[in-house]
């Protein structure tokens, strides 16, 4: 997976922080669905590799919970994780116990579960108890 995350990772636009990531999503059948980071001069609008290649996934059919694993690699020295806004989007559709394995080109690894990434998080239960405290 690190060649084809190396490989991936030239696709990435970002002529403004030059801060390469790419991401493949697994899928449990074992279809991959890549991502790479895609900056805009507007920073809000540019989009991670992580939510590209999940909503990748989502765009061909699949659906919550359908994911096996999340490859990640920034080209960096330093092994990166996700950003919080990725947390998110991964919270709401990976199970708890997926792997998330982050990488840099020379192969340093670090491997976190949804739970461990997001310890604490936002999601529909939180939205079901919103109008509690009115």
Not at 9 to 37: C, Q, T, W
């Given at each position: 997976m690190k060649d084809k995350l190396?490989?991936?990772?030239?696709?990435?636009?970002?002529?403004?922080?030059?801060?390469?990531?790419?991401?493949?999503?697994?899928?449990?059948?074992?279809?991959?669905?890549?991502?790479?980071?895609?900056?805009?001069?507007?920073y809000g609008d540019s989009i991670c590799a992580e939510r590209s290649a999940i909503l990748n996934a989502i765009s061909a059919g699949y659906h919550k919970y359908d994911f096996d694993k999340l490859y990640i690699m920034c080209d960096s020295s330093k092994v990166g994780m996700p950003c919080f806004a990725c947390r998110t989007v991964i919270n709401e559709l990976l199970e708890k116990d997926c792997s998330i394995i982050c990488m840099n080109p020379s192969g340093d690894t670090e491997i976190h579960t949804v739970k461990e990434l997001c310890p604490y998080p936002f999601n529909e239960e939180d939205l079901r108890h919103g109008g509690d405290n009115a």
């Open positions: 190396k490989t991936l990772l030239k696709n990435s636009y970002s002529p403004y922080s030059h801060f390469r990531v790419a991401a493949i999503a697994v899928m449990k059948d074992g279809n991959e669905f890549n991502g790479v980071n895609v900056e805009n001069a507007s």
